[in-house]
């Protein structure tokens, strides 16, 4: 609700009508709020029917004397209809992973298999976390494969799960929750040699393969992963056996899992090889 005062007042409050607001209420401890430059923008917390009462008020003469009001009064209807979710994400210490919306029902979550936590690799268990959701009502519900979203609660973030936001209007949407893995390699060598698999603290996404090979410019990469990821360079597939130079360490390739169903939802590692 914004409104604006065009008069000329030493003072105006306006009471909103919802909790605490209420001007019927004015002498239980409800208060109103005072416009700042004849302009106030004030949001519901709740919908409903509720009554706004200005009052504009004026001294005439010196030390206060003189009060003069001016008061006027109507009715706001808020309306509830929030459906759209701002963001999904899971809190997993020691890091927050935040979900990603493709099109228009299609969440995306995607977490490592591993953390760096402490200095030392911790395995993320996906199959009992918590979910966190930020909507900006407070009256709409979310439920999760039928079931009234519990903020407590432990989700298994191995499957899809089905997510129906109901507002306080009766408006509805419906959206899918997918969880992918960041890819890796299921066997690797560089130049006939086994790799050392370093992971980044920070970045989730980022692995770095590294071995002591005798020629680091010229490394044949052999490697085997599951159907649904494929290694790139450059937006260009790179197979099983090609050559790779470990001494060009600003070289990024991505590794990506998609989803076999949708291609727009995939999840990508960053993937550096490096000379031990």
């Known amino acids: 609700m914004e409104i604006t005062f065009n008069g000329v007042a030493d003072q105006v409050v306006v009471y909103t009508g919802d909790e605490g607001h209420d ?7 409800n208060t109103g709020l005072v416009m700042n430059k004849g302009q106030l923008t004030y949001s519901y917390a709740v919908p409903g029917r509720f009554h706004v009462v200005v009052i504009a008020s ?38 927050v992973y935040y979900a990603e919306l493709v099109g228009d029902a299609d969440w995306v979550l995607r977490i490592p298999t591993k953390q760096v936590y402490n200095k030392r690799e911790v395995a993320l268990n996906a199959k009992r976390q918590r979910l966190s959701f930020d909507i900006a009502s407070d009256s709409t519900k979310i439920f999760i494969d039928d079931d009234l979203y519990d903020s407590r609660a432990y989700y298994d973030l191995t499957q899809a799960h089905q997510i ?62 599951t159907d649904d990821v494929k290694l790139y360079a450059d937006g260009v597939e790179v197979p099983s056996g090609a050559v790779v130079d ?21 999840a990508d590692t960053r993937v550096r090889f490096a000379n031990e």
Do not use: M, W
């Not at 001007?23 to 401890?29: F, G, M, N, V, W």
């Open 246 to 266: 470990l001494t060009d360490t600003e070289r990024v390739y991505t590794l990506r899992r998609t989803l076999p169903d949708n291609t727009s939802i995939y």
């Open 164 to 225: 129906h936001v109901s507002a306080y209007s009766g408006a509805t949407r419906d959206y899918t929750l997918h969880t992918l893995v960041y890819p890796e390699f299921s066997s690797i060598t560089l130049g006939g040699k086994k790799v050392t698999l370093t992971r980044d603290a920070f970045y989730q996404d980022l692995i770095v393969y590294s071995a002591a090979v005798a020629n680091p410019a010229e490394a044949a990469l052999v490697y085997t992963c």
């Open 58 to 95: 004026t001294y005439d003469t010196y030390l206060a004397g003189g009060l003069q009001t001016a008061t006027t009064e109507f009715d706001v209807t808020v309306t509830d209809n929030i459906v759209d979710i701002e963001q999904i994400y899971s809190n997993i210490t020691p890091n």
């Open 23 to 29: 001007y019927a209420l004015r002498e239980q401890s």
